[in-house]
């Protein structure tokens, strides 16, 4: 099925770039060093986007376990269905959003 296919490589690509941006994350959310003579004001300013930074870091996780979940069952019968009420999920929703496991109505 031509869709699978599709499905199969968009989910390697995302898979891909969300390892990179967690990554990047990890890097950003390192503790900085008290030694490191910024100022009061910029470390104020580093804790907080550090904080930031950490939640887009668990988002990106998140979003990783979800990609893993739905390429784990790519082949499953029942993929394409939404899990809550168990109509297909139209292709193009699942090309755009490979982690969804909702059809559009359930995910609002």
């Known amino acids: 099925?031509?869709?699978t296919r599709k499905i199969t490589e968009l989910l390697e690509l995302e898979i891909e770039r969300t390892r990179k941006r967690i990554e990047e994350y990890t890097e950003l959310t390192k503790p900085i060093a008290p030694e490191?003579?910024?100022?009061?004001?910029?470390?104020?300013?580093?804790?907080?986007?550090?904080s930031v930074t950490e939640a887009a870091l668990r988002q990106a996780e998140q979003k990783l376990?979800?990609?893993?979940?739905?390429?784990?069952?790519?082949?499953?019968?029942?993929?394409?269905?939404?899990?809550?009420?168990?109509?297909?999920?139209?292709?193009?929703?699942?090309?755009?959003?490979?982690?969804?496991?909702?059809?559009?109505g359930c995910a609002q």
Do not use: W
Request: glycine letters at 6%; aromatic letters at 6%; a positive charge.
């Open 65 to 104: 376990e979800r990609l893993h979940y739905m390429q784990s069952r790519l082949y499953d019968p029942d993929f394409g269905k939404c899990v809550r009420c168990g109509n297909p999920i139209p292709p193009g929703r699942l090309l755009a959003m490979p982690q969804s496991a909702h059809c559009v």
């Open 36 to 50: 490191n003579s910024i100022g009061r004001v910029s470390r104020m300013d580093a804790i907080n986007n550090k």
């Open 1 to 3: 099925m031509e869709d």
